[in-house]
Structure formats: structure tokens, C-alpha cells
């Protein structure tokens, strides 16, 4: 799977957007990008994913630049409790496999300030 | 809306001991995994499972771990001898298809003494 690039941290003010940034340059033709997020120890919570085409759904945005290399999140009105780590994951299927396992990464510490 | 359920919640045992964490995945998932995340470091994959058998192992998938789906609705981690270095929540995940969005529950927090 391709390896993912984020911000150890970020911070936004309350009722701003969020946009959280993540680079994935060695992402291939039919790999997603998909998004979650983990707040303290709960579970991981899945937000959207996406090819090549922007997306969008109730929780959140995703845009993906043209040459698919890098992403972005956003969280058009942050609130208190969208305070998490945020892990951008490429998403591939392994050489002769069935299956599409996530691989975490370190991911970005959003705080939203009050 | 559906969720995946783990139980328990917390679970302690002794080192040595054998110790079964269950989940039961979303209804119409086909797709199942699990995923570990020692305090303080990355969420890991351990192993995915679909059509009774084992799709995918991590190195930390040894002899020691094995995965079942006993019925219809359970899907089941089982630690035959735990170790120290065991101690961490562990996440069952499901999805509808391999490609499809994976739904996390809540977790079991393991600690072995």
C-alpha cells in the first residue's frame, strides 16, 4: 500500500473548517484514499473515502488533486467533538490477494479550540 | 443505525492464561478483521477473514492467535497463551465487500498481569 504523509497536529477554531492535508505521491491507479478518525481510544471511526472525484457526504469533504498525489479533508464547521486523530489511509489490493486490509499511520492530532 | 459490537468491554487475565475476545460484525458483512493498538502507538492489522478462512495475516498473527466464526453472527479472536506485551485494545471491523468501507467497534481492552 502506499505510504501516507500527515501533519503530527493541527488546530482550528471552533465553527471553522478544517482542512486537514495529506500527501500520497506513490498512490496507484487502484488505490482509494479513505479517511477516519479516532477519538481517545474508541474505535476508529470511518468518515469517506474516495478515487478521483471530490467527495462529499453529512460528516465531511474530500478533495483529491488531479495527478491523485495528495489530499484534503475538510470539516466545513469543526466543532468540539471533532477533536481526533485523523488518519488518511491508501487503500490498495495486495499482489494476488482478496482482501483490502487499512494500514494506520501516525495520523494528525486535530484540536478544536474553543 | 448498525454497529459492531464487542464484548467485553474490559477484559484482565493472567499471563498464560487463554482469553476469547468476540465481536459480532454488521448483519450483511462478509468481510471481517482485527485490528490491535498497544496504549500509545498506531492501530495494527492482525488478520481478515472471509468465506471461513483466513484472507490475510500480520507477523504479529502467530501460532498463539487463531480466529473463528463459530456461527451466523460471532466472529472471535482467541489468544491461547498471553503474554505481557498482549496488553492493548482490540478492534474487530466488518465490511460489506473487500473494497467497501470497514466499521470499527468499539474495542476490548486486554490487560494481562
Known amino acids: 500500500d502506499a505510504k501516507t504523509t500527515q501533519p503530527p497536529s493541527m488546530d482550528c477554531a471552533e465553527g471553522r473548517a478544517a482542512n486537514l492535508p495529506c500527501n500520497h505521491s506513490?498512490?496507484?491507479?487502484?488505490?482509494?484514499v479513505y479517511w477516519y478518525r479516532q477519538i481517545h481510544s474508541q474505535g476508529p471511526q470511518y468518515i469517506i473515502h474516495?478515487?478521483?472525484n471530490n467527495e462529499t457526504n453529512e460528516m465531511a469533504s474530500l478533495i483529491i488533486t488531479e495527478d491523485r498525489k495528495s489530499s484534503t479533508l475538510i470539516l466545513p464547521h469543526a466543532t468540539l467533538r471533532d477533536t481526533a486523530v485523523y488518519y488518511c489511509?491508501?487503500?490498495?489490493?495486495?499482489?494476488?490477494?482478496?482482501?483490502?486490509?487499512?494500514?494506520f499511520g501516525k495520523g494528525t492530532l486535530l484540536t478544536v479550540n474553543p | 443505525e448498525p454497529e459492531v459490537t464487542q464484548t467485553p468491554s474490559h477484559q484482565v487475565t493472567q499471563m498464560g492464561q487463554e482469553v476469547i475476545l468476540r465481536c459480532v460484525p454488521i448483519?450483511?458483512?462478509?468481510?471481517f478483521y482485527w485490528y490491535r493498538q498497544i496504549l500509545g502507538q498506531k492501530v495494527e492489522f492482525l488478520v481478515s477473514?472471509?468465506?471461513?478462512?483466513?484472507?490475510?495475516k500480520s507477523e504479529i498473527f502467530d501460532d498463539q492467535f487463531s480466529v473463528e466464526r463459530p456461527d451466523g453472527s460471532n466472529f472471535t479472536l482467541k489468544i491461547r497463551s498471553t503474554k505481557l506485551e498482549d496488553s492493548a485494545m482490540y478492534f474487530c471491523a466488518s465490511s460489506e465487500g473487500p473494497r467497501t468501507e470497514a466499521f470499527f467497534g468499539q474495542g476490548t481492552r486486554l490487560t494481562v498481569v
Open positions: 474516495g478515487l478521483k
Open positions: 489511509i491508501v487503500r490498495g489490493l495486495r499482489s494476488g490477494g482478496s482482501n483490502y486490509k487499512l494500514t
Open positions: 448483519s450483511n458483512h462478509l468481510y
Open positions: 506513490t498512490i496507484s491507479g487502484n488505490e482509494y
Open positions: 477473514f472471509y468465506n471461513n478462512e483466513i484472507s490475510e
